[in-house]
């Protein structure tokens, strides 16, 4: 008896990886936006170039003003990418900026959103109406309700907006939250605009009652404005590229996930283009802060229906002083853990970088996983180190987002593996005529590539290698690049994984038809789980191949 004791003393002393729930990876990509106005100039003049860079970006979401010029872009952009739009609303008088809001223009705004519901996210109230509004207007809470109630009023009274959500109208400070007062009744989501001036994401504010910190804004604008109320939406949000290249994207990147964990349902980055905060500059070349965002999100995204993730048993060993944890999973089983040093980068006093040491830690995994792969998306898009058979991990985690991907050894389960098999596999023998039809398109679209400047890859089965795609040449022959040796192949020589590969290749572009090109390859080859993103981008076309795959509308 006594060695009973002994021994269960000594097995509750043993420190066993605790199980830890995921949340699914595509929630958090769900969870980011972007501020766009392509009202202005400056937008209008660069469309096809902004949109392609959105479609690069991965974002899912767009915030724009519900005005003309806004509609037929949030309808191309919906239709190429599956981008669906936060609409401003807020109709005011005639006369020069900023004038009063008319309530009784609200029913007529929300009309010309009936056309648009399939690509709009929610419908948020007027824009930060205790600031821009005209100096002399003293009751401007009375209007700004009465302007917020009737869009609330109109939307829910038309079946049309079922299940588009009204977010609370922004405002810029405790007071104006104060002054306004609840809006419980009339939203059904609270709606912040969370800067956090030039301090860290996670800061534990600089002011009274910790102003300016998550915990802050939770507590007191949030609460003011809807409590009990789902939320908060951070529709604007980011940082001034004052920062710098090195503190930007790092801050860029974790506002999204820090803003996740804490629970905001969506945080939009203010804004796509511009020289003093865009992820564009003024001339469109790409800031390290696009780039950063446009890697996290294409690495984690993972479009299908909801599923219910497992639990990882993990532990961290090491100093863990601010260290945050974000656990995701895909589909297929691999997790995603996002490890960081939520400290400041900035120093807001002197301005200046703070350069922040590498904190070593170990991660201790409760199981074997065939593979695990470390990425920091602010420096590439590719894994820095993989590691096989891997169940423990030396790892130095830095002030910028850290993400383990975890492959498991085991099968998918029976309901997953049921799935993906029933996806994958196709309805209807593809006739050789159908498939010279999609073989064709890849030549037509990789010709057209080659001709624009741009490379094009793939992965040649036969040579057991990755090949250069140099030019497209007559007859449907391609010139192509091989450890440095150039060769001419017959188009038609290449296997349909060889196609697939080239397919996935050309659609990093993010037009629609080149989704749709790569979704049929991917399918041919029975790779429904590849397919899935580029389904989602594939435009008019993507319910054509649903229903020649046999796969769920």
């Not at 993906?420 to 990789?446: G, M, Y």
């Amino acid at each position: 008896m006594r060695s009973l004791v002994l021994l269960a003393a000594l097995l509750s002393s043993l420190s066993l990886p605790a199980a830890q729930r995921a949340v699914p990876a595509d929630r958090f990509v769900d969870s980011v936006g972007i501020n766009v106005h392509w009202s202005a100039n400056s937008y209008r003049s660069n469309w096809s170039t902004l949109k392609q860079k959105l479609g690069e970006l991965g974002v899912r979401h767009q915030r724009d003003g519900a005005i003309a010029p806004a509609y037929p872009r949030a309808r191309e952009l919906f239709q190429d990418f599956g981008i669906k739009t936060l609409w401003i609303t807020g109709r005011r008088e005639a006369g020069p900026w900023p004038q009063r809001l008319v309530p009784e223009q609200a029913a007529s705004e929300i009309a010309e959103l009936r056309a648009l519901t399939d690509c709009t996210i929610a419908i948020e109230g007027p824009n930060e109406y205790d600031i821009m509004r005209p100096q002399h207007e003293t009751n401007w809470p009375g209007t700004l309700r009465r302007y917020h109630e009737a869009v609330y009023q109109a939307v829910r009274a038309d079946p049309v907006f079922d299940g588009i959500p009204v977010v609370g109208p922004s405002l810029t400070s405790l007071q104006s939250y104060q002054r306004a007062g609840n809006y419980a009744d009339i939203i059904d989501a609270t709606c912040l605009h969370h800067y956090q001036s030039t301090r860290h994401p996670g800061t534990t504010g600089w002011g009274d009652d910790g102003y300016g910190s998550i915990d802050w804004a939770l507590r007191r604008l949030a609460a003011a404005q809807g409590p009990g109320k789902p939320g908060p939406w951070s529709t604007e949000c980011g940082y001034n590229r004052e920062l710098g290249a090195e503190v930007h994207p790092r801050y860029i990147n974790r506002t999204s996930a820090e803003f996740f964990r804490s629970g905001y349902i969506r945080s939009f980055k203010y804004e796509l283009l511009g020289d003093e905060w865009g992820l564009l500059r003024g001339d469109l070349s790409e800031t390290p802060a696009f780039t950063a965002l446009k890697n996290l999100l294409n690495l984690l995204s993972d479009r299908g229906p909801e599923f219910e993730p497992s639990t990882l048993r993990y532990t961290l060993d090491g100093d863990l002083t601010d260290i945050r944890q974000l656990l995701l999973q895909k589909r297929d089983g691999r997790f995603y853990l996002i490890l960081w040093q939520e400290v400041a980068s900035w120093d807001p006093i002197k301005e200046r970088v703070i350069t922040v040491a590498p904190r070593p830690i170990a991660l201790h995994l409760g199981r074997r996983f065939a593979q695990a792969a470390a990425y920091e998306p602010m420096l590439s898009a590719e894994p820095h180190r993989t590691v096989d058979n891997a169940q423990q991990l030396n790892l130095m985690v830095n002030d910028h987002l850290l993400v383990i991907e975890l492959t498991p050894t085991t099968a998918p389960s029976p309901e997953t593996a049921s799935a993906k098999s029933k996806a994958s596999k196709p309805a209807i023998t593809i006739s050789p005529e159908l498939d010279q039809v999609w073989a064709q398109r890849l030549l037509q679209r990789t010709t057209t590539s080659l001709a624009q400047g741009r490379s094009a890859r793939l992965e040649l089965s036969a040579m057991g290698g990755q090949i250069v795609v140099l030019e497209s040449l007559a007859n449907d022959t391609i010139e192509v690049s091989l450890l440095g040796t150039r060769m001419r192949l017959p188009f038609d020589s290449l296997q349909a994984s060889d196609r697939a590969s080239l397919a996935a290749d050309l659609a990093r572009r993010g037009q629609a038809e080149d989704h749709a090109i790569a979704a049929y390859h991917l399918l041919r080859i029975g790779n429904s789980n590849a397919a899935r993103d580029h389904l989602w981008n594939a435009g008019t076309e993507a319910a054509q191949l649903k229903e020649l795959f046999a796969l769920a509308p």
